[in-house]
């Protein structure tokens, strides 16, 4: 309903004539943006679903100043598209991926071995698999000649449900009497393939862009590429680490013990994506 406003004059600011035909013609817009939406939903499928996969590219971005982080990661993800059509051209995706990411860190971290404790320099090399569901806004050309162009934004919920690692660590300083003691002369450790889910937060959010192709060959049926960039909002580690002095290398220690921090980094992947859609 439309009230009627009263001018200073006390005269309605339109009449009853006027805001009968204003009501008749909204009501009439309304019906016709209905019916235009019913027609055009039968020009193009509202859904569209397929099959993906997407080798990466996976680092560590860190958010402490005492990690450091190095080499990027050759990383799998694969999954299943999910595009809910609302007009030819827009769309919301989703569907289920399942995302590898990770990458190197080193830092030093305190170690409990054989009841004596050390100072560790650690090098970690982590793969991290997650269930991720993605929402985002697709927008799509119109077909040119078999070719339709595609970006996408939005974000992702990921699900921990593995994590494993490579390391290798040398013992840096043990502690002797209360005192800690810079070693020499050890080898280092080294280990493959370890679980280290208890070290890991179990949620994952990300922010997802991407763009592309689709390649029409047979009615609704399409090969699709593109580049997808998926960047963590949120940490994803757990524990501490000991900082460092300013040389980066040396711990820093306080009423002779080291000074720890929260280990916080988040992954990113830019991915090649490339599936087909029905």
Do not use: C
Not at 220 to 246: H, P
Request: proline content about 3%; hydrophobic content about 40%; cysteine-free.
């Amino acid at each position: 309903m439309i009230d009627l406003e009263l001018k200073s004059a006390g005269e309605p600011a339109i009449t009853e004539k006027e805001y009968k035909s204003m009501k008749n013609i909204t009501w009439l817009t309304f019906a016709l943006v209905l019916a235009a939406a019913e027609l055009s939903a039968q020009d193009f499928n509202k859904y569209r679903f397929g099959f993906k996969i997407e080798p990466n590219m996976s680092w560590f971005n860190p958010k402490s100043n005492y990690l450091d982080a190095s080499d990027n990661k050759l990383r799998f993800t694969f999954g299943l598209n999910a595009d809910f059509h609302f007009t030819e051209n827009y769309a919301i995706g989703s569907g289920m991926n399942v995302l590898t990411t990770g990458g190197e860190l080193s830092y030093l971290r305190l170690l409990y071995e054989n009841g004596q404790d050390y100072i560790a320099k650690t090098t970690r090399d982590y793969a991290l698999k997650y269930v991720e569901v993605p929402l985002t806004l697709k927008l799509r050309t119109n077909e040119i000649g078999y070719i339709t162009y595609w970006g996408q934004f939005g974000v992702g919920l990921g699900v921990k449900v593995d994590a494993s690692m490579d390391e290798t660590y040398s013992y840096e300083y043990e502690k002797i009497g209360g005192a800690w003691e810079p070693i020499s002369g050890k080898e280092n450790v080294e280990s493959e393939d370890v679980n280290v889910s208890s070290d890991i937060r179990p949620l994952r959010i990300a922010l997802i862009m991407g763009a592309g192709i689709e390649y029409s060959f047979s009615g609704s049926t399409a090969l699709m590429a593109g580049l997808v960039f998926n960047n963590g909002f949120t940490n994803v580690l757990k524990r501490n680490g000991v900082q460092t002095q300013s040389n980066g290398s040396e711990p820093t220690f306080e009423s002779d013990a080291p000074k720890e921090y929260d280990l916080n980094a988040i992954t990113n992947s830019l991915a090649l994506s490339v599936g087909i859609l029905f």
